[in-house]
């Protein structure tokens, strides 16, 4: 399950041991592309890996603090540090090949 959070709640994304952020916005194509692929990825790697979407319209701060210039942006966390970020609509494979790499 993918959990939709405000500028107070990111705090949990950096509790978590591995998370992915999706940086997007209700009005934007590729986002809404790419909401599937990322709640697909939350059932296969449920227990693995935390999953939060963080609406820039919402929450601007937090999108000017990791640079995020375009969306969709998705950041990978691992112990509460920005490790990788993916820029635009990916597929389900490459995401998952993405995210399992940084998992080991």
Do not use: H, T
């Not at 319209?57 to 995020?68: F, M, Q, T």
């Amino acid at each position: 399950m993918v959990r939709k959070i405000s500028q107070e709640e990111f705090k949990d994304v950096l509790a978590s041991k591995v998370a992915l952020v999706d940086f997007s916005a209700v009005w934007c194509g590729p986002c809404k592309m790419v909401a599937p692929v990322i709640e697909a990825l939350s059932d296969e790697l449920d227990g693995q890996v935390d999953f939060f979407n963080v609406d820039v319209d919402d929450c601007p701060e937090i999108a000017a603090e990791y640079a995020i210039m375009s969306i969709p942006a998705l950041i990978l966390f691992k112990d509460g540090k920005s490790v990788d970020m993916k820029v635009g609509f990916r597929p389900q494979a490459e995401l998952a090949a993405w995210i399992k790499g940084e998992l080991n």
